[in-house]
């Protein structure tokens, strides 16, 4: 079992490559290697990765009242403890982010008729609101 846990957001630890392969199951599938690990070591794994990002604590705790409402109520301590433990996995961004609202419009041409019909304010609105969790990419990548 792969042991990740994470010390504090002021000292992130991410386990070394040969660590992380040795704890997956590697076989071949069709000729093509395919790794698994059991879903609570993923999960782990992606907190460590998470870990890393920049929290934008003033945006994130106004973006989700509910958040700074447990860090008054003494639940959890902070944006970027919430992010990493529990915000990630339900969707939530860290930090705004830019969207190129010119290509977003063109890459998605049904968010640019629904800022037409009046829908949303702009791709940036819809971004927010669905496109960040419909897996849309706010950028070229």
């Known amino acids: 079992m792969l042991d990740t846990t994470i010390v504090s957001s002021a000292n992130v630890y991410l386990p070394p490559f040969d660590l992380v392969r040795r704890s997956l199951d590697i076989h071949a599938v069709r000729g093509e290697l395919t790794a698994s690990l059991p879903y609570d070591d993923f999960v782990k794994l992606v907190k460590q990765l998470i870990g890393g990002i920049h929290v934008d604590e003033a945006w994130y705790l106004s973006r989700y009242p509910d958040v700074a409402d447990g860090i008054a ?37 049904d968010v640019a008729e629904g800022v037409e019909r009046g829908e949303f304010e702009s791709g940036r609105d819809h971004f927010n609101k669905l496109g960040y969790m419909e897996g849309r990419e706010p950028f070229p990548v």
């Not at 433990?85 to 063109?106: M, N, T």
Request: hydrophobic letters at 30%.
């Open 73 to 109: 109520r003494g639940i959890v301590r902070s944006a970027r403890e919430h992010f990493v433990q529990d915000g990630y996995f339900e969707g939530r961004l860290p930090f705004e982010l830019r969207v190129d609202e010119g290509w977003y419009l063109s890459r998605y041409p």
